[in-house]
């Protein structure tokens, strides 16, 4: 009798993610600039949940409830999106060092975003809607022109061609947006928010709008786990055993945009999350997409929420930009990957 | 099964293959024969649906173009030269997805289409049993080239398009790749069409030929029509069979150790 082939994980291992996620949270939501018990933190998280009665000690449950919980939420989502997006890349180009922020995808969903903010590009009723749709199509047409270009260049899309294009690219894209920036200077926030990112001040609503987007998107996805294992073992095997090739790539370009586009319009550029974590899981569980995506999904979040963590408390009471933490881990895992590419002979 | 008629392939201005026709019936291996650069990659290239083509070809009497990605999967499977590979899936990873075409959708129940024994059968036909679990980034490049036949043979098609299957591969393997193919042949309703650059096993596996030349066709038909010395010589513009025959005698010589001694030493 055939049998069910098994290639993700069991319920105990996604219990220890969710475990581990929640513990992440806690002691996240718990740390800053006042520091709450962890304890009363979880107590206080809990009966707010249920709406019960919240214990009138100190002022700690405006700081949690309002400040901190929404904060910690939306970079978790955004953790999980942006390494979700950077897996995708990575099996979609097969190369460990594609990602939103090293391909450029993500300075160009902040010049979208600019670009609508700078010229009050908005939607009537939705006054949100304007930034994030820019960001998502910004996304979308830095992918389409990167791979366009990619695919010209170097059929075999090698790590070099790659970066380098990302490289250009987002320096281009960079001009544009301190161009826009410095004309508009008073109505598009401080440049550090577009080139390296911040979750501070977040709302519930921004949390709910990144976990609607990351349960639709990040579905179609991890739906796409077994294509993308075919497109990480070669693009053209991948066509030879029936993917219809062109259609799985446009599929993720749109999804990786959307989930960009989004991170972006609310956070900034928040850089390498999608390099690092799919990184340390491929360690860890292998290439297999099937794996590598729910893990990187878990891994994004506890990633993101200790590098905010860092960012708020390293030199408390000034606040670090999110991206400063990410780029500065990222850079070095960057160098880490490249070096190891580049001694195997396949770079 | 497979109809190829008046394939024409262009790069703008360059014609790369020009008006050739060719097909295969079931039991039929056809060798693809030419000198470097006389487009026979082209073909397969064209025939798998890689790049743009003028001209018909027809798969069970339809145009290859009409069949959806995943339908055409069943009917042709392709070999390729070259596999840059990147991220450390392991062999049976690789074999599996040759069953990607028959996988069921995602709300379906039903696991019969799955082809367990095809993928097993595969495993133990290109005895890769041992290498199983092992990453695909520290296989030798002939063992590579057996992962991606393993993967064809779970894929199970009618119609195998081979680019050099025998590349990389040493003299015993060589062999061996050709009698699995021969054997797989045996079955009904099956057809190889491959490209080769050995004249040797070309002739000793297949029974058709197509040479070309420079993107034209020199000659179709029963192979031993095709790649006979007047067009062989023709084609490649030397005399093909004294080179062939100058190898052999190699061999023929009683060894005189000395002389290669002192050759060594020059």
Redesign the interface.
């Given at each position: 009798m055939?049998?069910?082939?098994k290639?993700g994980f069991g319920v105990w291992a996604y219990l220890l993610f969710v475990g581990l996620t929640f513990l992440t949270f806690a002691v996240s939501v718990s740390l800053g600039s006042v520091r709450v018990p962890l304890g009363d933190t979880i107590r206080l998280i809990w009966k707010a949940l249920w709406r019960l009665p919240l214990p009138q000690t100190a002022s700690s449950p405006a700081i949690i409830l309002s400040v901190r919980l929404p904060r910690v939420l939306s970079v978790a989502l955004t953790g999980a999106a942006l390494s979700l997006c950077g897996g995708a890349m990575q099996g979609l180009l097969?190369?460990?060092l594609a990602d939103g922020s090293t391909l450029g995808v993500s300075s160009g969903a902040s010049l979208g975003a600019v670009i609508a903010i700078a010229f009050g590009l908005t939607m009537p009723s939705l006054p949100f809607a304007g930034t994030m749709v820019m960001a998502i199509l910004f996304a979308f047409l830095s992918l389409l022109i990167i791979l366009t270009l990619a695919y010209k260049l170097d059929h075999?899309l090698s790590t070099n061609t790659i970066i380098l294009i990302g490289i250009i690219y987002s320096m281009f894209v960079s001009s544009i947006l301190s161009f826009i920036i410095t004309y508009a200077s008073d109505r598009v926030r401080q440049i550090t928010f577009w080139t390296m990112g911040s979750l501070n001040g977040s709302s519930y609503g921004n949390a709910l709008v990144l976990l609607l987007t990351l349960l639709v998107f990040g579905s179609v996805i991890l739906?796409h786990a077994?294509e993308l294992?075919?497109f990480?073992?070669?693009e053209?095997?991948a066509?030879?055993?029936?993917?219809?090739?062109r259609r799985i790539k446009l599929t993720i370009m749109i999804a990786v945009s959307v989930l960009i586009g989004v991170s972006v319009s609310i956070g900034g550029t928040i850089g390498f999350v999608g390099l690092v974590t799919p990184h340390m899981v491929?360690m860890i569980t292998?290439?297999?997409h099937k794996k590598l995506f729910p893990a990187s999904l878990f891994g994004g979040a506890i990633f993101l929420m200790l590098a905010d963590l860092l960012a708020r408390t390293l030199l408390n009471p000034t606040e670090l930009p999110l991206g400063v933490v990410t780029s500065f881990i990222g850079a070095i895992v960057f160098v880490l990957i490249f070096y190891r590419?580049r001694r195997?002979g396949?770079a | 099964m497979l109809e190829v008629r008046d394939l024409t392939v262009r790069y703008g201005d360059l014609t790369i293959l020009d008006g050739v026709s060719f097909g295969v019936r079931p039991g039929d291996w056809l060798m693809i024969a030419g000198p470097n650069g006389a487009g026979k990659s082209t073909i397969i290239k064209a025939v798998?649906?890689?790049i743009p083509h003028e001209g018909n070809i027809l798969l069970k009497d339809r145009d290859i173009r009409t069949y959806?990605?995943?339908?055409?999967?069943?009917l042709i499977?392709?070999l390729?030269q070259h596999?840059?590979?990147?991220?450390?899936?392991?062999v049976e990873?690789?074999i599996?997805?040759?069953r990607?075409?028959y996988?069921p959708g995602?709300f379906s129940r039903s696991?019969?289409a799955?082809?367990?024994?095809l993928i097993q059968e595969a495993i133990d036909q290109t005895g890769l049993r041992p290498l199983l679990k092992q990453s695909?980034?520290t296989l030798s490049g002939g063992e590579v080239q057996r992962v991606?036949l393993a993967?064809l043979f779970a894929?199970n098609p009618n119609v195998l398009l081979l680019d050099e299957p025998a590349n990389h591969l040493d003299l015993v393997y060589q062999k061996q790749t050709f009698n699995l193919l021969r054997d797989w042949l045996a079955k009904p309703d099956r057809a190889i069409i491959s490209v080769v650059h050995d004249l040797g096993p070309a002739r000793a596996y297949g029974n058709r030929a197509l040479l070309l030349n420079k993107g034209r066709q020199q000659a179709q038909g029963p192979i031993e029509e095709v790649l006979t010395p007047a067009n062989l010589n023709q084609v490649y513009g030397m005399d093909v069979f004294a080179w062939m025959r100058e190898m052999l005698d190699q061999w023929q010589e009683p060894d005189p150790p000395a002389s290669n001694q002192a050759g060594r030493l020059d």
């Open positions: 055939p049998k069910k082939i290639e097969r190369n460990p075999s739906a077994r294992n075919a990480a073992i070669g053209d095997n066509h030879h055993i029936g993917i219809n090739t491929r292998g290439p297999n590419s195997q396949h | 798998s649906q890689m959806k990605a995943r339908q055409r999967a069943r499977g392709i390729t596999h840059a590979l990147n991220y450390s899936f392991s990873e690789v599996r997805l040759g990607y075409a996988a995602l696991r019969q799955y082809g367990e024994d695909i980034l991606f993967q894929q």
